[in-house]
């Protein structure tokens, strides 16, 4: 069973930089798969944040892309979010998922997804 | 990037009822699309990939359908536990991108 768990700080200030981790269990992230992060502000819609594979290559959201970074370490299984210059507006929870794709004509993965991690960005 | 527009953005029925939603696509996106079921507090759940299959698990009384712009999440027949909001997401191409959501309430 793929089991996914965010981590991190859940009050960051205001102009600093928000990272979180999000810890994979029950499937090498090494095998395939683009991982992703997903925020929901508080009372709000889903928004798509970015996702990576295990080879690095990265999509981002155009409208965050500037403050943005994600990373991966095959070697401990969990990928990573840095999120700089954090508003208020960036209070959220806080997803990551496995994002999915088409492979050999089979729609694989866009299935499993961590609890969620709220972020309040605050002073 | 591709914009997914949800209607209704919220809806009030009863249990026994059949419902349906449904997403739009500002371009085509083949089947390329998921539906999800969230309640308050949760992670959202996946209840239909690939616009049309339904994921292990989760009660007949929901389907999907569509391809190219235009998709639909039926619940044939409304039990309490499926008051809840609702979600489509395109896997077409990245940007990923979400609807705007539909809010199910209990009449």
């Known amino acids: 069973q793929v089991q996914l768990q965010e981590s991190g700080p859940g009050l960051v200030k205001p102009s600093e930089t928000l990272s979180l981790t999000c810890a994979v269990s029950g499937y090498p992230i090494s095998t395939g798969y683009f991982w992703g992060w997903v925020r929901q502000p508080p009372g709000k819609g889903l928004e798509w944040i970015g996702s990576?594979?295990?080879?690095?290559?990265?999509y981002y959201n155009p409208s965050l892309q500037s403050r943005v970074t994600l990373s991966v370490d095959t070697s401990k299984n969990q990928f990573s979010l840095k999120l700089s210059s954090v508003t208020a507006a960036d209070t959220a929870v806080y997803y990551c998922?496995?994002?999915?794709?088409?492979?050999?004509?089979?729609?694989?993965?866009?299935?499993?997804w961590g609890p969620g991690t709220l972020v309040t960005v605050s002073s | 990037a591709i914009q997914l527009t949800q209607s209704p953005s919220s809806l009030s029925a009863s249990v026994g009822d059949r419902v349906t939603i449904t997403c739009r696509a500002s371009?085509?996106?083949?089947?390329?699309l998921a539906w999800y079921q969230q309640k308050p507090g949760r992670a959202p759940k996946v209840l239909i990939r690939?616009?049309?299959n339904l994921e292990s698990g989760v009660p007949s009384r929901f389907s999907g359908s569509g391809s190219g712009t235009d998709f639909t999440l039926t619940i044939s027949s409304l039990q309490p536990e499926d008051f809840a909001a609702y979600y489509c997401?395109?896997?077409?191409?990245?940007?990923?991108?979400f609807g705007q959501g539909t809010k199910l309430e209990i009449k």
């Open positions: 690939d616009a049309s």
């Open positions: 990576i594979y295990q080879s690095g290559i990265t």
């Open positions: 371009q085509g996106i083949s089947s390329a």
């Open positions: 998922a496995r994002d999915g794709h088409y492979y050999d004509g089979r729609f694989l993965g866009g299935d499993y």
């Open positions: 997401q395109q896997f077409n191409s990245y940007p990923r991108t």
